[in-house]
């Protein structure tokens, strides 16, 4: 219980501070950098630069407070807490595209005669 109060306390803490300023398109790169493992091969894929998809990393990962990835020779490898928010970034993108989705079905409703 006091973990889950601790989590509640830093979440309005850290929506208060005006910090949150994270964006879908760095959730994608994020996704697309753990799919491929290479930060050249995720920025061509997403028609990028590397130098661009390494800033977008930094700043997810200075947003969150938290290492994403491990740099090494062979590429980028995902820490064990990327791997958890890999996955609900991977959520969050799928409910956004649920989002959008329903506004195109509800605008297509309010279209006709009044």
Request: with cysteine; net charge neutral.
């Amino acid at each position: 219980m006091m973990l889950i109060q601790a989590h509640h306390a830093y979440v309005r803490r850290f929506l208060c501070m005006g910090a949150s300023r994270m964006e879908l398109y760095q959730l994608r790169t994020f996704i697309v950098v753990a799919e491929e493992g290479n930060v050249t091969r995720a920025a061509t894929r997403l028609g990028l630069t590397p130098p661009s998809v390494s800033a977008q990393i930094k700043h997810l990962e200075e947003e969150l407070n938290v290492q994403l990835f491990v740099r090494t020779s062979q590429g980028m490898l995902l820490t064990e807490h990327g791997t958890l928010l890999r996955t609900r970034a991977e959520h969050t993108l799928q409910a956004a595209a649920a989002m959008v989705g329903e506004a195109a079905r509800l605008q297509a409703c309010l279209v006709g005669e009044v």
